[in-house]
């Protein structure tokens, strides 16, 4: 049953999961492709995923905002509000995320390449990117805590999380052992039953 003027439950629920889709699923694929940035599929789907999650979020956000305003839940509390507040403040981060990606890839497509100024953006894009991966992680915790999704929603944010530093730090080594096990059997032959 909902009272008019504030969010039904069906309104909530799209907005729950579309946003834990954009945030929890999208967001996680889109930062482990930028960690392999270097392919072309892994740039294709940072460049997608990070033009889904902006979609997504706004879709999300905008299908309660335009007709409810800040009434989005039965109780009038401060975290319904703080919920609210720092969503709109967000979305307007994500088209900031979204503006440093773009910028620095016409940064790399440009006939010059100013490296000060491309490290600066790439740079803002980062921090930003973490920061806002963060904050909306905690606000999807906060939006599901009254159930027992919750658990699930963790251990799929810690399988991630693993992932995440797995490819990170480990990608130098993978890298740097496929590269030398070419470079003994297929660039130097000579060289590759040396060990």
């Known amino acids: 049953m909902s009272i008019p003027g504030w969010a039904s439950n069906y ?40 033009w889904a999650i902006l979609i997504t979020t706004y ?11 800040f009434n989005v839940g039965l109780k009038n509390t401060w975290e319904w509000k703080a919920h609210g507040i720092l969503g709109l403040i967000l979305l307007g981060l994500v088209v900031v995320q979204v503006a440093g ?5 016409l940064f790399l497509k440009g006939k010059t390449i100013d490296i000060r100024k491309l490290k600066i953006i790439r740079m803002c894009h980062h ?9 909306y992680k ?6 599901w805590h009254l ?20 490819v990170k730090f480990g990608r130098n080594s993978m890298t740097k052992s ?17 060990r």
């Open 11 to 50: 309104q909530g629920n799209v907005h729950q999961c579309g946003m834990t889709v954009a945030w929890s699923l999208l967001l996680n694929v889109t930062i482990v492709a930028a960690i392999l940035r270097h392919d072309k599929v892994a740039q294709i789907m940072h460049l997608i995923g990070g």
């Open 59 to 69: 879709t999300m956000i905008l299908m309660l905002l335009i007709p409810l305003g």
């Open 101 to 105: 990606g773009v910028m620095s890839r």
């Open 127 to 135: 921090f930003l990117g973490y920061l806002l991966a963060i904050v």
């Open 138 to 143: 905690v606000q999807l915790m906060w939006s």
């Open 147 to 166: 159930n027992s999704t919750l658990y699930s929603l963790i251990v799929w944010e810690v399988f991630w999380f693993s992932l995440f530093f797995i």
């Open 178 to 194: 496929i590269v030398d096990e070419q470079t003994h059997n297929f660039i130097c032959p000579q060289i590759g039953h040396s």
